[in-house]
């Protein structure tokens, strides 16, 4: 591409748009949706309409109010507006990349340059992380869309004599609207980084002219009436000691300092979380250190700094930190930093403009070559990783599942990627086409990547970057597919689904996360056995709960009762004991795990009691 699509606004809007068709609309509607967070999400925004209740979340029909309200008001109209499908429960989420990469591109034209905008657009849709941290219906890349739109506004406003009126409150609605996509953090974020901003620039006099009593009063506006109508909607009841305590204490002060009740949650190691920007990041982090040397932390206070590209870099080098630091010092998981991504990718886009403009033999020249060298060798290391898997993996026997050829590390599955340190060298055999094809893929953009910026084409061979991120993603799209029915249960519900009655029950072996996308596609309650712990444990508690925990007796009981009975259980392990309570039919087995029955299928393999088969 030409020099001046970075130059000219809408080709420029076209290009990331492409990248992001390309990358993002195939996953919309695949694959089904994962157990855990994913399907619960998906669910407490279906629920929202069948119960008609867009104050309480329910999962299960149980209340759920540790999350804030926005990212499932999203789900809850999608569905409305297309029906119930993983597509509609993903659209808001992969809308609000491109929206978030679209910001990018308008915050580099307007504070750094109009190519630097560009570039910050494309490696957002572009890079590893934020594609894989929206694989499960989490928010955390929109509260950076969130704190970007808000920093736009505080930026315009601190370069004005006076900040003005639509500066001001801009700002202020987008911290509302972070905080109900997120909580507190959508508020303490964007104050931390504009106060430590404006220290470093010796400016917090500028605190004074931002209009703090009417901001203040249009924030409240945007974010206070859920949080009222929720308090008074879900006060103390018998043990649940409402809303408020659980929302604001409980799940957002003890979180942070790791002692929140349950402990259903890991904490990702402080080296890694900081060293997996290169991997969120591949293939631009190759020039990370380069564009992090560019932002100068002290700047000379005059009128012309104001407007400078270098305080809009400290801004944005300020952003990234202060969520960094911020979750060094609790309780975090992978895709904690990804509201930190949307700033990098800004000081990235921003060398990357430069070194695109400098002649051959200077120093950014020198340096991006240099980087293109060690990305080529790191790529040739992943082509030969990816090849060799590829090469010497061996079909499995017949009749076995990836679920089969896995090893089981429980103790990882607390954090979000936890299931991937269950692959196995056997297992590859089974991703043999997106090895095959990120080879490819890494050999020749790593290489052509080298190739142009050796013949001073530094663009064309960001272009070529961008192009081999395209099928990396693809692949590991591919790959996701794969690893689906471990993941997720949809084979399970649609077998479910197939012979359910209305009185027919579906009974969740341990907690609801073990096959919430189980209750997402069949559309019914769940029972829960002997499950009362993490996600449904404090809505359980208030008096209007449903009763939907059960224990053994009253599973026996049902087992031997007039009611067919679905149990979804993580394993063949249950077998035995269901047998001991009466007659027991296998109706579905997928990714491990099976689906049980005490009534046959008439006319199937289930037709015969599992153990006679």
Known sequence: MSTSVGQRFWPSLAAI???????????????????????????????????????????????????APLPYWAMAISFRLFGVSEASARLAQALGVLLLAFLLVQMGRRFLSPEAGLWAGVVCVTSFGPYLFTRILIPDLLVGLWIGLGLYFFLEGWQQQRPSVWSCWGLAATV????????????????????VFLLLVGDLRHLLKMRLISSTLVFLMVAAPWHVLA????????????????????????????????????????????????????????????????????LLRTAETRKSAEAALLLFFVWAMVILLFFSFSTRQEYYLAPALPAIALTLGNWLARESESPYGSDLARSGRTSATVFLVVGLLIAAVTLTLALISH???????????????????????????????TAMSLF???????????????????????????RAANWAL?????????????????????????????????????????????????????????GRQMLIFNGRINGLWYGSLFPDAP????????????????????????????????????????????????????????GSLASQPASQR
């Open 176 to 195: 509302g609207l972070n905080v109900l996509t997120k909580g507190l953090i959508g508020l303490v974020f964007p104050a931390a980084i504009i106060l």
């Open 547 to 602: 009763p939907i925990f059960i224990d053994d007796a009253q599973l026996a009981r049902a087992w031997q009762g007039p009611t067919r009975i679905y149990f979804v259980t993580g394993g063949d392990n249950r077998r035995g004991y269901l047998e001991k309570l009466g007659p027991t039919y296998e109706l579905a087995k997928s990714g491990g795990k099976f689906v049980f029955s005490n009534r046959a299928s008439v």
């Open 395 to 425: 079909a499995p026997q017949p009749g076995m599942e990836l679920a089969d050829l896995l090893s089981k590390n429980a103790d990882a599955y607390v954090l979000s990627l936890g299931h991937f340190l269950d692959l196995t060298g």
């Open 432 to 458: 043999r086409g997106p090895l095959l094809g990120t080879a490819i893929a890494f050999l020749l953009g790593s290489g052509l990547n080298w190739l142009l910026r050796r013949r001073g084409s530094p």
């Open 231 to 298: 308090a008074l909607r879900n006060p103390p009841a018998g043990e649940a000691k409402g809303f408020l305590w659980f929302y604001f204490v409980n799940e957002q002060f003890l979180r942070y300092i790791g002692k929140r009740y349950p402990v259903d949650y890991g904490t990702f190691p402080l080296v890694l979380f900081w060293g997996m920007i290169l991997v969120w990041l591949m293939p631009w982090s190759a020039f990370l250190p380069q564009a992090v040397r560019q932002v100068r932390l002290r």
């Open 17 to 67: 748009f492409l990248l992001w068709l390309a990358i993002y609309a195939p996953g919309l509607p695949q694959p089904s949706l994962f157990d855990d967070a994913d399907g619960a999400h998906a669910e407490a925004g279906r629920e929202m309409l069948t119960l008609h209740d867009w104050v309480t979340l329910h999962e299960n029909g149980i209340r759920y109010l540790e999350k």
């Open 466 to 522: 961008a192009l081999t991120m395209v099928v990396f993603i693809e692949c590991a799209h591919v790959a996701l597919g794969v690893f689906a029915p471990v993941l997720g249960s949809k084979p399970l519900a649609v077998a479910i689904k197939r012979e359910l009655q209305p009185a027919d029950q579906i009974v969740c072996d341990g907690e609801y996360a073990n096959a919430s996308s189980v209750n997402f596609y069949t």
